[in-house]
């Protein structure tokens, strides 16, 4: 079974810089896709970023030129670079997983992380 574990989260000031930092454990063959979504109180959860074989990235709108991720597909890593950071982006920031294939043969459509929790105040 393929886990996924967030870390790197915490409180920051306004203007301000953060890395999440995530894992997938298990017996993996493949991930085509890794990124973060993030959910604000009382808002749908939305996609912040994400980078696919091949090195595609997208980046929501609202992160454009603030943040930056990062794979490393040996390791199976995902990481989220963010710097200038306000206070709209508090949030419970998750990693997520997609099109993942095991050494087992099993295939998953994707994968959430727990969460960990990015809070920006002064």
């Known amino acids: 079974q393929v886990q996924l574990v967030e870390s790197g989260g915490g409180s920051v000031l306004p203007g301000g810089s953060l890395t999440l930092s995530c894992v997938a454990s298990?017996?993996?063959?493949?991930?085509?896709?890794m990124g973060w979504h993030r959910q604000a109180p009382g808002k749908e959860r939305e996609m912040v970023a994400t980078?696919?074989?091949?090195?595609?990235?997208f980046y929501g709108d609202s992160v454009k030129g603030r943040f930056m991720v990062y794979r490393d597909y040996e390791k199976n890593t995902v990481e989220l670079q963010m710097s200038r950071l306000r206070p709209e982006d508090t949030a419970v920031y998750y990693c997520?997983?997609?099109?993942?294939?095991?050494?087992?043969?099993?295939?998953?459509?994707?994968?959430w992380g727990k969460g960990i929790l990015v809070t920006v105040s002064s």
């Open positions: 997520r997983a997609e099109q993942i294939a095991t050494m087992e043969g099993s295939y998953s459509m994707g994968q």
């Open positions: 298990g017996n993996i063959r493949s991930i085509y896709a």
């Open positions: 980078r696919s074989l091949g090195d595609y990235t």
